[in-house]
């Protein structure tokens, strides 16, 4: 009997190893070209309905993504891509997303116009016809739009900018391969030519910041960091309610959805155009200015302002939505559940629960005394609990430390919830 179960286990360990030898070995070269496809879309609509349309398709330099895990998300996030080999159906690479035309959704003006807003995808360039499919989940994470379209890699109309080079680069962090590290670009707002100094300085700090914090801190050696050049015409960055406009890169500005500190920019293809023939995979735009704010979405930017003195937080609380698709821990005393999360339904963030399917998140991290919910009077008691109060909403919604990088700016740094789910982030993409 004891034989008979390890022979059996034998031989599903030699079958995985064979089935994952065979993915790994051929799956990336069987189905794609070492080049980036770009894809650019339009999300368009209004609180009650919404649309995507194909903006143009770009193939652009080398590939810097991961060429494993290909049919894996990283994360549920707020919309999915999938590509999938025309001939056969299958499945040949999925990646997440959030977008800030969802987060606008929510806003009082989407009641009353509809309104358009740019969105950037690199995926692997195909070798053979693929469907693209593109959804928007809302937040009981069902589709509310969905968009298909082919890819023929032989459509002379796919613009080739593999050879612009239209902005100079330098690394500030080279751990290895564009292929086998994860590549983040920081590019400027609002430093003009003669403040290219003042940016790298900026940019080192960003570096200095991010690599100071674990999971990044024991992981370094597995980033790529280029600092890009594309300087903006004018110094410093546009604060609407001031009444101040300026002529920068990427049009980025303060008042985002009339919240002050919410900076944001909708010009994201220019962004991706200013970075064509460099290897990147996540953008980190820093805003010349003191005024305190930013604004960071899973795998589309983090964008901070940054000569405040709370840059350096700000900055790795971005980055932690941006890259880690990590929520909001932190909570206003008298909201209860706004419409950004749903009670029902147990959020795609690893870092925050509605308990209803609590197994999923860190249950595994508590020990067997921790109470759920854990209650606040006992936040020094457990350093991973269950506490109420989290993405904005004082009920309902729960976080697993009393303080994080994500809850407030004078955390000494990420809580143990937020280090895993990163961790986990980073292996996913560098580890077969
Ligand atoms: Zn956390």
Redesign the pocket.
């Known amino acids: 009997m004891r034989k008979g179960k390890h022979y059996l286990r034998s031989v599903f360990i030699a079958v995985l190893l064979i089935c994952g030898w065979s993915i790994q070995a051929q799956e990336y070269g069987q189905y794609f070209a070492d080049k980036t496809l770009r894809l650019d879309y339009i999300f368009s609509g209004d609180a009650t309905k919404q649309t995507i349309a194909l903006d143009e398709l770009t193939e652009t330099g080398d590939w810097a993504g991961r060429r494993h895990h290909l049919s894996e998300l990283p994360l549920k996030g707020n919309g999915q891509i999938t590509v999938r080999d025309s001939k056969t159906g299958a499945i040949i690479y999925r990646t997440s997303f959030s977008s800030l035309f969802q987060e606008w959704m929510q806003t009082n003006e989407a009641k009353k116009v509809s309104r358009s807003f740019q969105n950037s995808f690199l995926v692997p360039f195909p070798l053979k016809e693929a469907e693209v499919d593109i959804t928007l989940l809302d937040n009981r994470q069902q589709v509310v739009a969905e968009l298909k379209h082919t890819v023929d890699p032989a459509d002379i109309l796919i613009r080739k900018t593999n050879r612009f080079k239209v902005s100079s680069y330098n690394y500030l962090l080279k751990s290895g391969s564009p292929q086998d590290c994860i590549d983040v670009a920081i590019l400027g707002e609002g430093y003009t030519d003669e403040e290219s100094n003042l940016l790298e300085r900026d940019a080192q700090l960003a570096v200095e910041n991010l690599f100071a914090h674990e999971p990044f801190k024991s992981l370094k050696n597995r980033f790529n960091v280029v600092l890009v050049n594309a300087p903006s015409k004018e110094s410093g960055i546009s604060t609407p309610r001031l009444n101040e406009w300026k002529d920068t890169q990427f049009n980025s500005h303060f008042d985002t959805f009339y919240s002050q500190r919410y900076l944001t920019t909708n010009q994201t293809k220019k962004i991706h155009e200013v970075l064509a023939g460099i290897p990147y995979e996540h953008i980190i735009v820093l805003a010349n200015s003191t005024v305190y704010g930013g604004g960071g979405i899973y795998n589309a930017f983090t964008l901070t302002s940054s000569h405040h003195s709370f840059f350096g937080p700000v900055v790795v609380h971005e980055f932690g939505h941006s890259f880690g698709g990590?929520a909001d821990?932190y909570f206003y005393e008298n909201d209860t559940m706004t419409d950004t999360y749903d009670p029902k339904t147990e959020p795609w963030e690893q870092?925050v629960t509605t308990l209803v399917d609590f197994s999923k998140k860190w249950e595994d991290m508590l020990t067997k005394s921790t109470p759920v919910p854990t209650p606040a009077s006992m936040q020094k008691d457990y350093k991973v609990g269950v506490f109420e109060g989290a993405a904005y909403s004082a009920k309902g919604i729960y976080?697993?430390?009393a303080d994080?990088?994500?809850?407030t700016n004078t955390a000494p740094g990420?809580?143990p919830?937020?280090q895993r789910a990163l961790d986990r982030l980073i292996r996913f993409y560098t580890e077969k």
């Open positions: 990590l821990e870092n976080r697993g430390s994080c990088r994500m809850k990420f809580c919830v937020c």
